[in-house]
């Protein structure tokens, strides 16, 4: 007779199991997850709001009026994106990867060192789904949202959650300690400051333009923005593409990266 013990089938998408795992932790710590919701919203609620009569309106590229609030509300939409996948994908996998060796256990089951990699980055776009559903949702209640286009925010978020989560994630695979995050700080606040979250692309001196289109966080804008204020136009298939690039890219090189590190 057998000792063996009889695993149950995990099924076609066995990354669900960490999923769900990753589901029963921040069940416990909601405040955590909640946070990176509340950093936009603060920043809607002080510059938006505060410095509306300072700033005034702005015109968009294809010639329509927004207020400043307006301008800067899909902005943080899409830094909630960011921040809300980035979290999970740098120092969540990270914390797992070198000191809870959760990935060790998993990979003692049937899963995979892909299956690891496609189930965090899962996790990381439910987070940012979550946070951009909430944001929209406030948006819509103080008349933020000028075109029903609005309404598919959550999946402007998750294709900008795909990319920084998949490029989080790659680059996290080859952190050494906590202080090697230093470099993804100092790369996500130039970024959250400087890709026409705050000021259109036209107000950056000419040689900042090219550089500023450059970064993944520009394109996330791009998209958001368009989609709440209905100026609909080539650039968001550009953006979108952009970053569907970026994140296949990152996911296939954590999945390659994980399998060096663990099965070695």
Known sequence: ?????????LGRFAAQHLVARNYLVYRRDWVVFVTGFLEPLLYLLSIGLGIQQLVGDFVLADGS??????????????????????FDATFGVFFKLKYEKVYDAVLATP??????????????????????????????????????????????????GYAFAGAGMALTTWMRSWQDFDFITLAVLPMFLFSATFFPLNRYPDGVQWLVQLTPLYHGVVLCRGLTT???????????????????????????RLGTLLLR
């Open 230 to 256: 209905g100026a609909l136009g080539v650039d968001l298939l550009v953006a979108v593409a952009y970053l569907v690039a970026m994140g296949s890219i990152g996911l296939a090189v954590s999945s390659r």
């Open 111 to 160: 899963l995979r060192p892909v299956d690891v990699a496609v189930g965090e980055l899962v996790w990381s776009l439910l987070r940012a789904a979550v946070y951009a559903a909430a944001f929209v949702a406030f948006m819509a209640i103080l008349g933020l949202t000028g075109s029903w286009w609005a309404l598919l925010g959550p999946v402007a978020a998750v294709v900008i």
């Open 65 to 86: 009026r927004v207020t400043y609030t307006e301008f800067v509300a899909p902005a943080m939409l899409a830094a909630s994106a960011m921040n809300g996948s980035l």
């Open 1 to 9: 007779m057998s000792t063996g013990v009889v695993r149950p089938p």
